[in-house]
């Protein structure tokens, strides 16, 4: 079995302009997430997908391996599927996120693991939640996963509902699941996704994945206790610095 990881790079984010290539003390992201994914012993290969001269040149300078692609790709599963469209010989592509620079390469291994069920055809990863914050967090999705450890739903609102429990309590009753947004694909399954329709529920909610269940996929899930500090805005970056490289 032979997996390929693509980290997506996208320079016009409408929240953080030029996050790829933001400093994160003397490093930029793009290279810290590409030296992390290296470690995952499960990858035969890593490249970064962009569609930003300025991104390419970068990742070639740190001798990372990178390719140019279309501008008008409404997601990174889509940049994803463009990616593997022009190359062959893998049987698995690892969509990772590219703003999160301290991403676990363990985390990359069990996703990586799931594939070998023959029958798993897309993978993601849920980390139990401890904190009613990220619960209640409409940025944080949930996910319901059935006896398979297969997602049923994903939601931006607190799934499964409790009735007859103050939502204080639900986190000791019952176990919930944030989503981590990192995905596995068959090769052959994502070429199939970049071909559907937008669905009705993925416009509802904003999750591609929902694209995916509508249209009768399965989506296998794996739980991870690692916590991933993702950059989404200039504060998240200001937190981040904080976090890992303040002075004790």
Request: proline letters at 5%; aromatic letters at 8%.
């Amino acid at each position: 079995m032979k997996v390929i990881g693509i980290i997506p790079a996208r320079y016009d984010s409408t929240r953080f302009p030029g996050k790829p290539l933001v400093d994160i003390a003397g490093m930029t992201m793009i290279q810290r997430v590409y030296n992390q994914v290296k470690h995952a012993a499960s990858l035969n290969e890593v490249v970064v997908a962009t569609d930003d001269q300025r991104i390419f040149d970068h990742v070639k300078s740190f001798a990372g391996n990178v390719v140019m692609t279309k501008k008008e790709h409404q997601s990174g599963t889509d940049r994803c599927a463009e990616v593997i469209n022009n190359i062959s010989g893998f049987d698995i592509a690892i969509n990772i996120q590219g703003d999160e620079p301290f991403i676990d390469p363990q985390q990359i291994d069990l996703l990586v693991s799931c594939f070998q069920r023959p029958e798993v055809e897309i993978a993601t990863l849920v980390r139990p939640i401890q904190e009613l914050t990220d619960l209640e967090n409409v940025n944080k999705p949930k996910v319901v996963l059935n006896q398979k450890s297969e997602a049923l739903y994903f939601s931006r609102q607190p799934i499964p509902y409790m009735r007859g429990a103050d939502i204080k309590e639900w986190l000791s009753k019952e176990t919930y699941y944030n989503h981590i947004g990192i995905y596995g694909f068959k090769v052959e399954t994502l070429k199939e996704l970049a071909r559907l329709p937008i669905s009705k529920l993925e416009t509802t909610e904003s999750l591609e994945q929902l694209r995916w269940l509508d249209n009768g996929y399965r989506i296998q899930t794996a739980v991870s206790t690692h916590i991933n500090d993702a950059i989404d805005s200039p504060k998240d970056l200001e937190d981040i610095l904080k976090k890992y490289f303040s002075k004790k």
